[in-house]
């Protein structure tokens, strides 16, 4: 596979975790009439490759706006955006789009919320 396939197969999985857990986090929460903004930092590179996926996802679900919030090219830029935000305790971002490296440092920190009872295999 090529590497712009491997980004776009890592883009779609990212998506779809992301928009679970907006739509796991609003269950059991009453509806709001206001339409809700999530944030989600996403390195400038791959930014012409969210835009159209998160156009086509906002058609369809008016109610939900996607702000992708450009950082850095370089994945270890990235990272401490992240990294600096979560031990500030002022996170600027709702979806956290990260490289599978980051997975134990930042489950280590509790910086991610385990949704296993929120989510059925299917």
Same mark, same amino acid.
């Given at each position: ?6 980004? *776009?197969?890592? *883009?779609?999985? @990212? ?14 929460? !009453? ?16 930014? !012409?490759?969210?835009? !159209? *996926? ?8 008016? #109610? ?7 950082? !850095? ?6 990272? #401490?955006? =992240?990294?600096?935000?979560? *031990?500030?305790?002022?996170?600027? =971002?709702?979806?956290? =789009? ?5 997975? @134990? ?8 919320? #385990?949704?296993? #009872? ?5």
């Amino acid at each position: 596979m090529t590497r712009a396939g491997q980004g *776009l197969g890592k *883009l779609w999985l @990212a998506l779809g975790l992301a928009l679970s857990l907006a739509l796991i986090l609003g269950l059991g929460q !009453p509806v709001s009439a206001e339409p809700v903004t999530l944030s989600v930092l996403v390195a400038a590179f791959e930014v !012409p490759i969210w835009q !159209p *996926l998160v156009t086509e996802f906002e058609a369809s679900h008016p #109610d939900i706006h996607i702000e992708i919030i450009e950082g !850095p090219s370089t994945s270890n830029m990235v990272e #401490d955006l =992240y990294v600096s935000a979560f *031990l500030l305790g002022n996170v600027p =971002y709702d979806l956290v =789009y990260m490289d599978i490296t980051w997975v @134990a440092k930042f489950a280590a920190a509790g910086w991610l919320q #385990d949704l296993s #009872d929120r989510v059925t295999p299917d």
